[in-house]
């Protein structure tokens, strides 16, 4: 029989001073007042929504233009009848492909539900109240959430002259309470990488109680002779913890799955603090069937490398400077117009990324699109500059 009839329930219920409810609970813990959250790219259909708009191109996330990869496609469809089951709590078959791939022992890999929380990870994993973490300025905001979240502090080296990652720079930003040095080559918002001998300077110059962290997150974008990928140097036995996603290349951010190379001990530490089923079942499908799609990842790599030099091109023309970027979204300079551009290209149904969360107001990242999308954008933004000047 039910004790509590609705009607008295009610009653107690509305008598403040006789509530059945705790006035108050714990206060959140006092860092959270302290964190940014994260601002993503604004969504298709809320620029829909907002402008009215039929056709909406978004080039704000630095997703896959065309599309995700349709093995992987094919295997999501093919495993929905089995979701009733846990996924792997280890993501073996996922693993095991990659440590063939890789040539690295699966010991030395762990998955994740994406490359950010391997950064939670790595995060939980070593950081003390206290605690310093190490990055570049301006770079991937989730690093110093990391640290923020963990109570520790983020020592900031502002990048060099045209964007450059120095090793000396970064090095000057470590001191004797930092744990974690993350870097993001190529690095988000600018394109710009650290090449091989600086990364090299640096894991060479590090002190003993430091860890470095190389987010390769754009690695597959990027071309030049002296990058980096870190795999290699983790081969040959250097402390490094690589990260990867499949949100970029593979063209799977909305499932969510990436993976982080290390060395076998730092890996077993991770795999402590993560939760056992951190990596759904669709997403291990869906990754490790990514991973045999070598026609998409080659079709996607060729039409970001056509489309960036079409878009820093086609921005030249127009008067607008961008960096070189050796990454899937191209980092320009709009000077005192940038927010105007904005706006006006999101009422037209092109959304971009600001730069002013970065502390570059002037700014705007550009993700590189098909070449039909980088001409709409390039020709809405011709006819923008015109009514402008
Ligand atoms: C540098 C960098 N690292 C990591 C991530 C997060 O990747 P994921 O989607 O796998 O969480 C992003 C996403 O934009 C990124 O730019």
């Known amino acids: 029989m ?33 964190m940014e959250p994260y601002v993503p790219g604004r969504s298709i259909s809320d620029i829909r929504g907002e402008f009215g708009l039929t056709r909406v191109v978004k080039l704000a996330s630095n997703e896959n233009p065309l599309g995700p990869s349709p093995l992987a496609l094919a295997a999501v469809r093919a495993m929905l009848e089995d979701i009733h089951r846990y996924p792997d709590d280890r993501a073996s078959e996922l693993r095991r492909k990659l440590a063939g791939k890789l040539a690295l022992d699966e010991s030395m890999l762990i998955a994740a539900n ?32 990391g640290g923020r979240l963990m109570n520790a502090e983020t020592n900031r080296a502002p990048l060099g002259e045209d964007f450059a990652l120095r090793a000396d ?29 600086e990364l090299e300077r640096l894991l060479a110059r590090l002190p003993a109680g430091c860890l470095l962290v190389l987010d390769a997150a754009y690695s597959h974008f990027a071309d030049a002779p002296d990058y980096c990928d870190g795999f290699d140097v983790l081969r040959a036995g250097a402390r490094l913890v690589v990260l990867q996603t499949f949100s970029k290349a593979y063209g799977l951010a909305g499932i969510r799955a990436g993976f982080a190379a290390g060395p076998a001990d730092v890996i077993a ?49 127009l008067g607008i400077s961008s960096v070189p970027s050796q990454s899937n979204f191209v980092l320009a300079d709009f000077g005192d117009r940038a927010a105007s551009v904005y706006r006006l290209w999101m009422e037209s149904g092109v959304i971009v990324r600001s730069g002013a969360g970065w502390g570059l107001p002037g700014h705007l990242r550009i993700s590189v699109g098909t070449a039909e999308e980088i001409d709409l954008l390039l020709a809405l933004l011709d006819d923008i500059l015109r009514r402008d000047a």
Do not use: W
């Open 269 to 317: 530490s991770m795999l402590r603090v993560k939760e056992p089923f951190n990596v759904n079942a669709l997403a291990q499908t869906a990754a490790s069937a990514a991973l045999d799609d070598e026609a998409h990842l080659a079709a996607t790599l060729r039409t970001n490398a056509a489309g960036r030099i079409r878009l820093r091109e086609g921005l030249a023309r």
């Open 2 to 34: 039910n004790e509590y009839p609705s009607a008295s329930i009610a009653s107690i219920v509305s008598d403040a001073s006789a509530s059945v409810y705790q006035a108050s609970g714990p206060a959140p813990r006092a860092t959270l007042s302290a």
């Open 169 to 197: 720079d970064l090095l000057a930003a470590v001191d004797a309470r930092t744990k974690l040095v993350f870097v993001c080559s190529p690095n988000n918002p600018t394109g710009t990488y650290m090449p091989r001998d």
């Open 114 to 145: 994406g490359a950010d929380e391997l950064i939670t990870l790595l995060s939980e994993t070593y950081l003390e109240p206290g605690d310093r973490i190490a990055t570049f300025a301006p770079t991937f905001s989730e690093y110093a959430f």
